[in-house]
């Protein structure tokens, strides 16, 4: 079956419609722009803490927005019927995921200018970035399989807001070096270090080896979303 942009774009606006009416997805959306603002009137835009609105973005924008919109297909039983209609594995993640990817670069972008972030060599920026952004959305969408209901989601993802994106705020309570060790191969670690290595001058040879950790998270968590889709989708 050949990949159709009719049958994307159809799935696109049937999500779009569905966001301007539900609530709990604005009110999610503006949590990362509120902690941006919070480090601009601060004056950390170069601080510790600077990547930490980034972070957020990713996690709540990409995967908690993700999450939520797979998971109010199930609450309202169409995920069935977007699971046997004639759009193929593809077209159906890349339907689903393209509000959530552009929401969430719009409220990065708004992220950015909040916290008056100076981004570092932005080519690189954005390709860990978008690194980032797939791996997220592909988390997101397995939490919205996962999950029976959207308000589930909150549940089940709490954790994963709490590793991935504020797991930098705990290490220094942290006094085993094997989870510390762990903690520091976890993609939004490698981000952090990819944009300090920038802010610092390194070129791609400098950030390669954090790149290439990233793009490992990135091809596991869509492997993963293909498995537990196709069982989703058997039974």
Not at 34 to 54: C, D, H, K, Q, Y
Not at 153 to 160: A, D, F, R
Not at 212 to 228: E, G, N, Q
Request: avoid cysteine; aromatic fraction near 10%; glycine fraction near 6%.
């Amino acid at each position: 079956m050949q990949f159709s942009l009719k049958r994307v774009n159809a799935i696109f606006i049937k999500d779009w419609k569905d966001l301007q009416r539900n609530s709990y997805v604005i009110f999610t959306l503006a949590i990362p722009l509120l902690f941006a603002a919070l480090l601009g009137r601060m004056g950390e835009g170069n601080g510790v803490f600077s990547t930490l609105p980034i972070n957020l973005s990713l996690v709540i924008a990409g995967a908690f927005i993700q999450a939520a919109m797979v998971a109010e297909e199930k609450e309202k039983n169409t995920l069935r019927g977007l699971l046997l209609s004639p759009a193929n594995t593809v077209e159906i993640f890349v339907g689903k995921s393209a509000l959530s990817a552009i929401m969430t670069v719009l409220v990065i972008i708004e992220s950015i200018f909040l916290s008056e972030f100076k981004v570092p060599s932005p080519l690189l920026f954005i390709i860990s970035v978008l690194l980032g952004l797939v791996f997220y959305i592909a988390v997101g969408t397995i939490l919205g399989l996962l999950s029976r209901t959207v308000m589930e989601t909150s549940i089940i993802g709490m954790p994963v807001l709490v590793v991935f994106g504020m797991g930098s705020m705990f290490k220094t309570m942290l006094e085993n070096e094997f989870l510390l060790k762990v903690i520091t191969y976890l993609p939004n670690e490698q981000l952090d270090m990819i944009w300090a290595g920038l802010a610092n001058g390194e070129n791609l040879s400098g950030i390669f080896e954090n790149i290439l950790i990233l793009l490992v998270w990135v091809v596991l968590s869509v492997i993963a979303t293909i498995i537990i889709y196709k069982r989703r989708r058997i039974d």
